[in-house]
Every structure is written in C-alpha cells, then in structure tokens.
C-alpha cells in the first residue's frame, strides 16, 4: 500500500499549519486490474458543485490590478452560489489538529458498490485515525516550529502511531448522491461498515511518491466511478498536476 498526506497551500516545511486548513489523505491498494486510488480530504464536502462553479469560484477571488481581491466581488458571488459556502463552514468550525495522522479524513464522492450478490448502494469513505483524534506526542514540537507536520507525523511512524480505520457510509434513499456540496443526512452518525485498517510503517522519498501517479478512477471490481460531474473531470487533473510536479 502507498500513501500520500498533503496540505493544501502549505509546503512540508511551514512554520505555521493555521492557514493549512485543507488536508488530505490518498491511497492505494492492490494492483493491476483490482488496484484501488481513493482520495479523501478533511473535510466531507467540496466547494463547487461543478466545473462551470468552479471555475466562477475562482475568477471571483482573482486579485485585480492591486494585488487584492475584490470583496464585493467575492460576496456577491458567494450570496448567488451558498452551497460554495459549506466546505469553509465546516472547516471554520472543524479545525484540524495539529497532526496529519490524527485527523479524519473524508470522500466527497458517492461510490457505487456492488456485492458478490449483485447487489449496489452507494458509498462514502471516511478514514478516522485510532486512537485518540488530536492526541499530541509527548515529545512534539510547537505547532508554528519549522517543518511540524512533516516532522510531528515522521515521528508517529517511526513510532508505529499511525493507524487509520477505513469505513464504507452506506446510503439511504433520496441521498444527494450527484451534489458533493452537500452531506448526507446524519452522516456522522451514518451506518458504516468497516473495511479495514490502515498501518502506516515507514516513509518514501518525495521523489517516489511525486513518481506514482495517483488517479482516481482506478477503482478494483465492484466499485463503480461516482456519477457527479466532479469526479469525472478528477482524472485528467490529476493527469496535468502529476505532469508539473515531475
């Protein structure tokens, strides 16, 4: 299994995590034809319903000639396009702790999976760590020392501490299954079934892990790709981000 922590906006050796609200959390497993890549972040929505909203969502906060942003601009739109609000209302009031491997990781996407049955629901993923949620090392740096979340999780691997439940949401109906603006009803307290836990044991050079292309739509047998616009545009971005780091 291979997998890759990020921080959205905030390089590995950042003196201050506050403004590295946005965390995420992929990995992989099997191989071949029945290798899975799951994503997941911090965070159980995404900030734009489509790529027509996204897009708009981000020239809205273009800065003009001066360097800075338009606030009525930004305001304006984000009154026109609420459900662009979620993911930073979550995370205004869901902070993440100050560990990469001690916070809760979720999928945005429905996934529609399928039994030895034949039977299909939809899924979310939700990864959530063992252990106590935010728990700081006895030995951890402050969270504003250079380099805290690369060293602090660096730390909890090399001390065997990084553990992760991996869970299957099931669905009910009438579901938003094609809104990833959206949370389900009562997902935290959601049926889930269990799949599995994850052991992180070791580390990879940026390099090895800059080298593996991640795709989401890489998914084994039984688990179809999430029917919501979004999803569908994730493999050829990832493609061109994946390009640009090499």
Same mark, same amino acid.
């Given at each position: 299994?291979?997998?890759?922590?990020?921080?959205?906006?905030?390089?590995?050796? &950042? =003196?201050?995590?506050?403004?590295?609200?946005?965390?995420? #959390?992929?990995?992989?497993?099997?191989?071949?034809?029945?290798?899975?890549?799951? +994503?997941?972040?911090?965070?159980?929505?995404? +900030?734009?319903?489509?790529?027509?909203?996204?897009?708009?969502?981000?020239?809205?906060? =273009?800065?003009?000639?001066?360097?800075?942003?338009?606030?009525?601009?930004?305001?304006?739109?984000?009154?026109?396009?609420?459900?662009?609000?979620?993911?930073?209302?979550?995370?205004?009031?869901?902070?993440?702790?100050?560990?990469?491997?001690?916070?809760?990781? %979720?999928?945005?996407?429905?996934?529609?999976?399928?039994?030895?049955?034949?039977?299909?629901? #939809?899924?979310?993923?939700?990864?959530?760590?063992?252990?106590?949620?935010?728990?700081?090392?006895?030995?951890?740096?402050?969270?504003?020392?250079?380099?805290?979340?690369?060293?602090?999780? $660096?730390?909890?691997?090399?001390?065997?501490?990084?553990?992760?439940?991996?869970?299957?949401?099931?669905?009910?109906?009438?579901?938003?299954? =094609?809104?990833?603006?959206?949370? %389900?009803?009562? $997902?935290?307290?959601?049926? &889930?079934?269990?799949?599995?836990?994850?052991?992180?044991?070791?580390?990879?050079?940026?390099?090895?892990?800059?080298?593996?292309? #991640?795709?989401?739509?890489?998914?084994?047998?039984?688990?179809?790709?999430?029917?919501?616009? =979004?999803?569908?545009?994730?493999?050829?971005?990832?493609?061109?981000?994946?390009?640009?780091?090499?």
């Amino acid at each position: 299994m291979l997998a890759r922590f990020s921080a959205d906006g905030c390089p590995p050796n &950042a =003196m201050n995590t506050d403004r590295c609200s946005l965390r995420g #959390f992929s990995f992989r497993l099997g191989s071949g034809d029945q290798r899975s890549e799951i +994503f997941t972040q911090n965070a159980p929505v995404h +900030f734009a319903r489509t790529l027509d909203q996204m897009l708009a969502f981000l020239q809205a906060r =273009m800065p003009g000639p001066d360097g800075k942003q338009d606030m009525a601009q930004v305001e304006a739109f984000s009154a026109a396009n609420p459900e662009t609000l979620h993911q930073a209302s979550y995370l205004a009031v869901h902070p993440p702790p100050a560990s990469l491997a001690c916070t809760t990781y %979720w999928g945005v996407h429905a996934f529609p999976a399928t039994n030895a049955k034949g039977e299909t629901r #939809f899924i979310k993923f939700k990864v959530a760590p063992v252990g106590d949620e935010g728990r700081p090392p006895e030995d951890a740096a402050t969270p504003e020392s250079p380099g805290f979340l690369r060293g602090e999780l $660096e730390a909890r691997i090399g001390a065997r501490d990084v553990r992760f439940s991996v869970m299957a949401l099931l669905d009910r109906p009438g579901d938003p299954v =094609m809104d990833v603006t959206e949370r %389900w009803p009562d $997902e935290d307290a959601r049926e &889930a079934v269990r799949l599995g836990t994850i052991v992180i044991t070791g580390t990879e050079s940026d390099e090895a892990c800059d080298g593996s292309a #991640f795709n989401p739509a890489n998914l084994a047998d039984g688990i179809g790709h999430p029917p919501d616009e =979004m999803f569908a545009a994730r493999s050829a971005a990832y493609a061109i981000s994946q390009a640009r780091r090499r």
